[in-house]
DNA sequence: TCTCCGCCTTGATTTACATCAATGGCAAAC
DNA sequence: GTTTGCCATTGATGTAAATCAAGGCGGAGA
């Protein structure tokens, strides 16, 4: 398990400069259908771009950090983000990874309940909060379509709470990779082979395991022929059937 | 951990007779301001009654069922319902309990992501999804407390993936008396003591533990002095500053 | 009142995973 | 080209919690 090293985690932080870009071309926007802006009509989505604005993020760059006062949300348009929490040991939990078309920053209360974190370069939609809301009263689709998203995840965690909760090791590891290949496809990109942009640190820190038995268990897939690991982070999954059987601990 | 049995659970199902009742006294309704209809006026507060059901359940009656047609909506107005998922043979994740004021069945997708059945004799308040729907497009103040309401949830589905994930068995259950506490508190009721209306089993099953690893870890903070337990599942919490540094792992 | 059964507790033993430790590969920095 | 440092892998050992096992207690029902 990683525990957080404050020093390092300064350094990482200073290594990662924004430059922040200007333009919000929401029309082109390439991931438009997947994120909460995909029930928008054109004059509603000039109204998006009016108050949006386009940032990147270098690998290893803070979006926002626990307790900081949640003032903006984004979307995700480019790149992988995780976000996560910490005890004051520094153990970990990551507790999602997103990818394009993901929203991040809900919070009910007003401060973030999580710190969020570039894995990948990325690209995110800014949104401030007291911008935002005026332009949710007056569009009740968008809310909707907000809603829906919240849904989808609160759903999606209990499924990670479940995994979390009472799967063995080599389970995680499996339904781990189905549903990033499911991401991946749902996206348009190739489910399999499907690429794990994380550390294995990451992928353990998400699934409630230490880096040694994280490889220790690709190692062990990979044994048995259920996965083939590529350089690059590329997994190929021939028995991508057999790997549902383990996911599910049959 | 409990393994369903399927037997168990049909008897378990029988033995739950749920005799309906009828008026529905929103108006009068004691934990309203707990919610999602703390936003609303007297005649929106009408156009809610004329749609909702009052409904009991007796003590193991099963509200729905995972992978059923999610038709229904329920607020909790009385008694402790609990949610789960189960895996194919048996293993089984609570990933929450419910009190009076909470809201269950949001469904992004048509179908219900988990089960939920009553732990203790409950009412609950019934919309159909059809109905409440419709209700929702005119009053947007409600569809906004809803996203609150999910915001919030999805806020305690992270601590609680941190729970999982990351902590120790004593610091799990110090963190569930604390929450339990807190939870008893927002309602207008004993923090201190508080009552656990669960099972050591169910308790299990939503901390990722077993029966005997909770039922020791009780003995261990009774034996530290930190917790006393009392018959009828009451816990009072002498060394509660301490409980909150042993949830946190200090 | 007695019996039964489910729930809780406690003890002995096992085990899956963590921890500790060493090494190799690769990319960035010098 | 060499050094540095991170990341992944693999091996040896330790341990928290699971599993297996045995009573005890209290409420429901005969």
Known sequence: MQRLDIKSALTRREAAKKPPED????????????T???ALDESELAEVSAISKTIELAAGGPLFDEGEKASNLYNVTAGTIKIYKLLSDGRRQVTGFLFPGDF????????????????TVCT????????????????????????????????????????????????????????????????????????????RTDIGDFL??????????????????????????????????RLREISEGL
Chains 1, 2 share one sequence.
């Open 23 to 34: 333009k919000s071309p929401c029309s082109a926007c390439s991931v438009r259908h997947l």
């Open 36 to 38: 909460v802006c995909a």
């Open 104 to 119: 991040v920053g809900l919070a009910n209360e007003s401060l973030y309940a999580y710190s969020a974190e570039a894995v």
């Open 124 to 199: 995110v939609c800014r949104f401030s909060r007291r911008e935002l809301e005026p332009l949710l009263d007056r569009h009740p689709k968008m809310e909707r379509r907000l809603l829906g998203m919240a849904s989808h995840e609160l759903a999606a965690a209990q499924e990670q709470m479940l995994l979390l909760g009472r799967k063995t090791a080599k389970e995680k590891i499996a339904s781990f990779l189905l549903s990033l290949s499911q991401r991946a496809q749902d996206r348009g990109q190739s489910g399999n082979p499907v690429t794990l942009a994380m550390s």
């Open 208 to 241: 409630g395991l230490t880096t040694e038995t994280v490889s220790r268990t690709f190692t062990h897939l990979r044994s048995a022929g259920v996965i083939v690991l590529h350089p690059g982070g590329k997994v190929e999954i021939p028995g991508i059937n």
